[in-house]
Structure formats: C-alpha cells, structure tokens
C-alpha cells in the first residue's frame, strides 16, 4: 500500500526505515553514526492540519526506528518545515541544503557534525526520495 501524506504519516516512516536498512550505501555511510531526527511537517496553504512529527532514529548503520512521535522528545538534528516544501524535497524538486540555507526549512543541531556526516544524510534523503507517496494536498 502506498502511503499518504500527511494522514499515514507512521505507514510512511515504516517505509521509510525499511528503505533505509535496504541501502548499502546507507549502512556503509552512516556506520559508527548514532542520531535522532526529528522532522517536523507543519501547516502551510496546502495543508491546515496538525503539526506533524516523525523521528528517525540511526545507531551504527542501521535506522532503528521510524514512526511518529512526541514532539518534546529529545533529538540531535530537527528539520521543520511546511507541508508544501516537504513535498517538493520527497519529490526531488528541491535539494535539502537549498531547502535550509535557501529558509524553507528550519535546522536544528550541530552544523559540523551533520557537515561530517553528509554521505549518510544523503543517503536519508534519496531513501526518503523512494519512498512510494501520495500526497492529500
């Protein structure tokens, strides 16, 4: 099944972590990597719902966790951005570091330590990237 976004957003985050631990270059990239992030999907012109909160959790290669979650809980890295920016990143429209710099999204946590771990962000994105989506709005 296909998931939807933003109403199957725990569907989504499953498909996400599965994608993950299916990359090669994933493992490879993120090995010796331990973080949590939060992603934050929140209400635009497209979307007028809740707020939306999926963290993924990464410890040695391997995401070990993705789903939905409670938004005070603790992370190393947050990208916070409207619903519409959300889709043009998982579409591809849009790279993520032109998304941040360019003030579509908003970035939490160490800069450096995400600049030394690029590969494996990367990878996070395109993974995210092939998830099959739908999108409500």
């Known amino acids: 099944m296909t998931p939807t976004l ?9 498909q996400l ?3 993950l631990n299916d990359r090669e270059a994933f493992t490879e990239a993120a090995e010796g990597f ?12 497209r979307y007028d719902g809740n707020p939306i909160t999926l963290t993924v ?20 890295f947050g990208l916070r951005g409207p619903y519409g920016a959300w889709v043009d990143l998982l579409e591809d429209e849009i790279e993520v570091t032109e998304a941040v ?4 999204f908003e970035f939490e946590g160490s800069e450096m330590q995400l600049l030394n771990r690029r590969e494996a962000v990367t990878e996070l994105v395109r993974a995210a990237q092939n998830v099959d989506t739908e999108y409500a709005y």
């Open 6 to 14: 933003p109403g199957d957003a725990d569907e989504w985050a499953d």
């Open 17 to 19: 972590q599965a994608r």
């Open 34 to 45: 331990d973080a949590t992030f939060r992603f934050d999907i929140l209400p635009d012109d």
């Open 57 to 76: 959790v990464i410890t040695d290669g391997a995401c070990v966790a993705a789903r939905g979650s409670d938004p005070n809980a603790e992370y190393d």
């Open 101 to 104: 710099m360019g003030g579509a």
